[in-house]
């Protein structure tokens, strides 16, 4: 898979890590970028970029945006699902409603998209899906229960649907990201990586077909504790 002269999806895109995937797509030599945003009050940073970024409007709460989306984008050879949120916090504290909007978004969004766009990628012969995924997600962090039990569910779909679309050529990428220096992560005390370097990091992992990508200092020492003991890094997470 080659980001040059390909046309690329990215959701979530006005800002954080999405944005600079799209600038990092486009220095790549990228020919098209969807970007999609949620409201119109973030779609100005996507409206600087130039001719190659499209600007769509999504919103994964919503199966119409999701509709329209389909029908907006004929051919695609990436799509990169990185919109998602944190509500939940304390599985045993947080509403039900905390639990099920980040399910609703980070799960059964990520699929709508990914089954919307589908026909398009196999219109390809190179074509890729990329999850933004976390490492909360390959081991639950207590204090991220809600968030933490979304981006397990979605690194499940992530490896159910590489086995599924093995045959139709379409690689499927898991990226499990630590702490990155987003909004998310604001009022948090922790160290976080640029989301410049975990944008490098991504794209360089999907061209070269690493399917589980580790793209920041962090999440690079807990990959091989997860590949080698799920238990202890399952251990490991429970005193964050």
């Known amino acids: 898979m080659k980001v040059s002269n390909s046309t690329a999806l990215v959701t979530g895109a006005n800002r954080g890590i999405g944005l600079v995937l799209v600038k990092e797509l486009l220095n790549r030599g990228a020919s098209k970028v969807y970007a999609t945003y949620r409201s119109e009050s973030n779609r100005a940073a996507l409206d600087e970029l130039g001719d ?6 999504l919103d994964l709460s919503d199966k119409t945006t999701i509709a329209k989306l389909s029908q907006s984008v004929s051919s695609l050879n990436i799509l990169i699902n990185n ?4 509500t939940g916090t304390n599985l045993l504290e947080d509403t039900e409603e905390q639990l099920r909007n980040d399910i609703e ?3 059964f969004g990520t699929l709508a998209v990914t089954k919307a766009l589908l026909p398009a990628l196999k219109k390809e012969s190179s074509a890729a899906i990329v ?4 490492i909360a997600g390959l081991a639950a962090m207590p204090s991220f229960g ?3 039990a979304s981006k397990a569910a979605l690194h499940s779909l992530t490896q159910s649907i590489r086995g599924k679309l093995k045959a139709d050529g379409i690689s499927v990428h898991g990226v499990y990201p630590g702490p990155v220096a987003t909004r998310m992560t604001e009022g948090f005390e922790m160290d976080t990586a640029p989301p410049s370097d975990v944008a490098r990091t991504i794209l360089d992992g ?3 077909g690493v399917e589980e990508i580790f793209p920041d200092p962090l999440s690079e020492q807990v ?7 799920p238990k202890g890094l399952e251990q490991n997470f429970a005193g964050f």
């Open 206 to 208: 999907t061209e070269n």
């Open 146 to 148: 809600g968030y933490s």
């Open 223 to 229: 990959g091989p504790v997860y590949l080698s003991s």
């Open 52 to 57: 190659r970024v499209i600007p769509v409007h």
């Open 105 to 107: 978004t980070n799960l």
């Open 83 to 86: 919109a998602g949120i944190f």
């Open 131 to 134: 999850n933004v995924s976390s």
